[in-house]
């Protein structure tokens, strides 16, 4: 069973950065990967960014530029570097754990963006 906590959330003015970090424990099956979602108010969630055991990314279109996904895979732990934040990133981020066709969520961490 892997167990997700999501850290690094908060409020910032647009044009700020955060930092989200997910670490995963327990028992961590190969050949799996980790992302964020997001889901805003009214809103269905999305992907934001998923990468890979061997580092493959991939990103929803408005982040593109602006994100950064990446994870040290000997600390099971996924980042997510936003910079120059819109009002519209503001949603609820979530940590997702895939592999073997089963997901694995995270709690879900807030982050608002003020104009």
């Known amino acids: 069973q892997v167990q997700l906590v999501e850290s690094g959330g908060g409020l910032v003015q647009a044009g700020g950065s955060l930092r989200l970090s997910c670490a995963a424990s327990?028992?961590?099956?190969?050949?799996?990967?980790m992302g964020w979602f997001r889901q805003a108010p009214g809103k269905q969630r999305e992907l934001v960014a998923d990468?890979?055991?061997?580092?493959?990314?991939s990103y929803v279109d408005t982040v593109k530029g602006r994100f950064t996904i990446s994870r040290d895979n000997a600390k099971n732990t996924v980042y997510l570097q936003m910079n120059s934040l819109k009002p519209e990133d503001t949603a609820l981020y979530y940590c997702n754990f895939y592999s073997h066709g089963n997901d694995v969520w995270g709690q879900g961490t807030q982050v608002t963006v003020s104009s």
């Open positions: 990468i890979t055991e061997g580092g493959s990314t």
């Open positions: 327990g028992s961590i099956p190969r050949f799996n990967v």
